[in-house]
């Protein structure tokens, strides 16, 4: 991947504010508005940009539980209907397979413990599931998906 610094630049201040206007951008790296389209549209074709985000205050929308949960697996046997499982619902909004303790660690948003209760009750209803253990975040101190480019 061969990056120049005016991608590193760019990518930076889109990093900073997803929602940057292109004229705004092309005169802070000092390029033509059709030179900085052409640069960010290799960016994404190239899959060095992979999406634009807007970030939502949950408690605006009800959403007040945050909880981290470790899923512990029999085997990878039922891999791919836990994978689907996870695509499905709607609460878990990150999740990832791990080595160490457990298979899976995933992210979830609830509304309330009776809602957490009932989400539980379901990914424990899946194939291949063995337990869960579950963590309460009583508050986020960074949350970024700024990365440092070189």
Not at 75 to 90: G, L, M, P, W
């Given at each position: 991947?061969?990056?120049?610094?005016?991608?590193?630049?760019i990518?930076?201040?889109?990093?900073?504010?997803?929602?940057?206007?292109?004229?705004?951008?092309?005169?802070?790296?000092?390029?033509?508005?059709?030179?900085?389209s052409?640069?960010?549209?290799?960016?994404?074709?190239?899959?060095?940009?992979?999406?634009?985000?807007?970030?939502?205050?949950?408690?605006?929308?009800?959403?007040?539980?945050m909880?981290?949960?470790?899923?512990h697996?029999?085997?990878?046997?039922?891999?791919?209907?836990?994978?689907?499982?996870?695509?499905?619902?709607?609460?878990?909004i990150?999740?990832?397979?791990v080595?160490?303790?457990g298979?899976?660690?995933?992210?979830?948003?609830?509304?309330?413990s009776?809602?957490?209760e009932?989400?539980?009750?379901?990914?424990?209803?899946?194939k291949?599931v063995?337990?869960?253990?579950?963590?309460?975040?009583?508050?986020?101190?960074?949350?970024?998906?700024?990365?440092?480019?070189k």
């Open positions: 991947m061969m990056l120049d610094e005016i991608d590193v630049k990518l930076n201040m889109l990093q900073d504010e997803g929602r940057a206007k292109r004229n705004v951008l092309a005169e802070a790296v000092g390029l033509s508005l059709p030179s900085l052409e640069r960010l549209n290799k960016l994404e074709e190239k899959g060095i940009i992979t999406g634009y985000y807007t970030k939502l205050n949950l408690k605006v929308f009800g959403l007040d539980l909880v981290i949960i470790t899923i697996t029999d085997s990878s046997k039922h891999y791919n209907s836990f994978a689907e499982n996870v695509r499905k619902t709607d609460e878990i990150e999740c990832y397979a080595l160490g303790e298979s899976h660690v995933m992210k979830a948003i609830v509304k309330d009776q809602s957490l009932k989400l539980l009750s379901k990914i424990q209803s899946w291949g063995k337990r869960t253990h579950s963590r309460f975040v009583l508050s986020t101190i960074k949350e970024t998906t700024k990365i440092t480019i």
